[in-house]
């Protein structure tokens, strides 16, 4: 799958100007004198990770002298029409180079170089496609055909903590809506992302709806399983336990990620899957369905907005703050559910 990368470079020079290395995924894509403003675009395939690798050479202590500001400034940086914040990658600046034998290596995070060195960026490419593991047969229908349909994960009545309906009998928005407008909820607790996208798949290859509403957890939340144990756990930006285990997808410690995690906001990891959700948009319109997605991470939500615009539904803008959402495993409360479904009734009935 192709992903779209635009990089702006800006020099700053007085005589002699910065001479840059532009490296995307092993590629070199640029390697000269930054004399002037360049916007440089690249089409790459992902499989894993985008790795961005910028070297700034030829900085000489007569450059310090006379020009102590000569460098360059990645003033923009774009992936699949998100733009990511330049500055979440690390500048390793180079110590001992010519006419420079005081400077010591260090490494900082900033997108305006003057010193010679490296700038790093890698990003783990994490798949929305995976494997239905819950009610498998639920998708195994055909001929089927609905108004609206709702898919996706948390439109559950579960208590995580309880084990009892944390709504106390009362429906959540899916079945509140379908109530109005007729449908069906295909939900299913505890799915990831990759199960969700994989049963919009699965239920529109046989089947068909008008109006498919999909709810998105985190688009950087990942399910897996320990080796030994073979117990499930959740990981994202979010998780604060000590999670040792390998992630099999990326390879890399959870630890690791979330560490990882501090310094990388979650745009440029959702900036990846762009080309996923514009591939299931492409799909659910060639089997007759309008597809709208559901979020309730504000920063995922308003990234998604920008690039897909026409397929996002309302924002479900739960509390995570009150009691009730901490103890039921970020879940909206029976007051939020309803005003959520009312919000859905509305803006079907405006574009329909």
């Not at 100007?17 to 995924?25: R, Y």
């Not at 330049?86 to 170089?113: I, M, Q, R, W």
């Not at 948390?154 to 208590?159: A, L, V």
């Amino acid at each position: 799958m192709d992903h779209s990368i635009v990089l702006q470079l800006t020099p700053n020079f007085v005589g002699l100007p910065p001479h840059i290395s532009l490296d995307i995924n092993g590629q070199i894509i640029f390697h000269d004198k930054l004399k002037k403003e360049e916007a440089i675009k690249h089409v790459t395939p992902i499989n894993s990770s985008v790795a961005i690798k910028i070297t700034r050479s030829g900085r000489t202590r007569q450059i310090i002298r006379d020009d102590p500001e000569n460098g360059f400034t990645i003033s923009e940086l774009d992936i699949n029409g998100v733009s990511i914040n330049p500055d979440v990658g690390l500048y390793k600046c180079v110590g001992n180079v010519a006419g420079n034998h005081y400077l010591e290596p260090s490494t900082v995070h900033a997108s305006k170089f003057t010193l010679d060195g490296e700038y790093c960026l890698e990003i783990p490419y994490y798949t929305l496609r995976g494997q239905i593991i819950k009610n498998k047969d639920r998708f195994d229908v055909s001929r089927q055909h609905h108004k609206y349909c709702f898919f996706g994960a948390s439109m559950t009545d579960w208590d995580f903590t309880k084990g009892t309906p944390p709504i106390h009998n009362k429906k959540n928005y899916a079945d509140l809506f379908i109530q109005h407008l007729g449908g069906v909820n295909l939900s299913s607790s505890g799915q990831t992302n990759q199960e969700v996208f994989e049963t919009v798949y699965k239920y529109l290859e046989n089947n068909k709806s008008d109006v498919v509403f999909a709810q998105l957890i985190s688009a950087v939340v990942r399910q897996v399983k320990n080796q030994n144990t073979k117990e499930i756990q959740r990981y994202s930006p979010h998780t604060d336990k000590n999670l040792e285990w390998v992630d099999k997808f990326t390879k890399s410690k959870l630890r690791s990620i979330q560490e990882y995690f501090v310094n990388l906001d979650i745009a440029p990891i959702l900036a990846l899957q762009i080309p996923e959700y514009q591939k299931l948009i492409a799909y659910a319109e060639d089997c007759g369905s309008k597809i709208f997605f559901i979020s309730y991470f504000r920063d995922e939500y308003d990234i998604l907005k920008q690039v897909i615009p026409n397929n996002m539904a309302p924002y479900f803008d739960l509390d995570p703050n009150t009691k009730y959402c901490k103890d039921n495993g970020y879940h909206a409360t029976p007051e939020e559910q309803e005003t959520y479904s009312q919000s859905l009734v509305d803006f079907i009935r405006k574009i329909t």
